[in-house]
């Protein structure tokens, strides 16, 4: 992967010494099933860019979360994706934070959402929880230029799915807070379409959701076994990415990895900030995270 240049974004010394750490100690490398290799090389890799938790408000500090901070974090990821130029840039979710008002609020996605404009390349929102606290759905994709909340892309050979989990166990949608941030699920309608749109045709598959599938809990979904059971059945995916509890994990599951991206609302702005860019040849099967700051690296090579 070509690096962000230097003049891109300043990176303190003693995340330099933690990049190194981790590139030298290889622990985390993994590898591939052979089954989600392509069979058609693609031009050159996907690349996309990562970031998740931003969190924006107008609101004071309170504990670890730095919630204006959030504006000068964003403008510094997006000088570096726009130095990089990936393919697409994915949020996954929490955009935004509490708003008064529903006014209030939509001033928050407002804000932000001018700052993302900034872009250079497309960019896709996954919802999460705050995204829709005050606002309705159809409030925030409006306020983000989006349709819909769940979709399925095809981008350089690879198919990416946007997931919704922004839903009671009821399968009531999330809204002008009517639910309580330990109740999410994937309805039953969604998941069919998810099996649906994973038998359509045969490809290397990414998967974006804010809420988490490989763990039960506050942080997990309700229905996340039946989804990873949809998954594995397709053979197809790779990888799926989450956010939701702000710290950097990762977790295989029969085949799958499942990372959980570091949120950009914690720490100040001086000392702290969370991106990637994600790599992928679906021909190839090799796959790289190339995290920023607090975010860390990955890397799955295909098999001997």
């Not at 070509?2 to 974004?9: E, G, L």
């Not at 590139?23 to 860019?49: E, H, N, V, Y």
């Not at 250079?120 to 606002?135: K, S």
Request: hydrophobic share 35%; glycine share 8%; proline share 5%.
């Amino acid at each position: 992967m070509k690096p962000i240049p230097k003049d891109a974004v300043m990176i303190s010394q003693e995340r330099i010494q933690r990049r190194q750490f981790i590139k030298m100690a290889g622990t985390s490398t993994f590898a591939l099933s052979p089954g989600l290799i392509g069979a058609t090389p693609s031009q050159s890799p996907l690349r996309i860019g990562l970031i998740t938790d931003i969190h924006y408000a107008d609101l004071p500090t309170a504990g670890t979360r730095h919630y204006r901070d959030s504006i000068e974090k964003v403008r510094e990821a997006v000088k570096a994706f726009n130095a990089a130029a990936p393919d697409m840039v994915i949020f996954l979710g929490d955009l935004i934070d509490t708003g008064s008002t529903v006014e209030k609020e939509y001033g928050h996605l407002e804000t932000i959402y001018r700052e993302l404009s900034q872009l250079e390349m497309p960019i896709r929102f996954v919802l999460g929880n705050h995204c829709v606290w005050t606002l309705t759905k159809s409030e925030f994709l409006k306020g983000v230029r989006q349709k819909r909340s769940f979709d399925a892309i095809e981008l350089k050979g690879t198919r990416l799915v946007m997931l919704d989990a922004c839903h009671r166990k009821d399968g009531v949608s999330y809204g002008r807070q009517n639910y309580v941030w330990t109740d999410t699920e994937i309805p039953k309608n969604q998941r069919d379409w998810l099996r649906t749109t994973l038998s359509e045709s045969s490809q290397p598959t990414l998967v974006f959701v804010h809420q988490r599938l490989d763990v039960e809990g506050n942080h997990g979904v309700h229905s996340a076994p039946e989804v990873r059971r949809i998954l594995e059945e397709s053979g197809q995916v790779a990888a799926v990415f989450q956010g939701h509890s702000h710290d950097n994990d990762h977790r295989q599951i029969k085949g799958i990895h499942y990372l959980t991206m570091r949120a950009v609302i914690e720490g100040p702005a001086s000392q702290h900030n969370a991106y990637a860019l994600l790599e992928f040849d679906p021909a190839g099967g090799r796959m790289t995270i190339d995290g920023r700051r607090d975010q860390k690296d990955y890397q799955w090579m295909p098999p001997a």
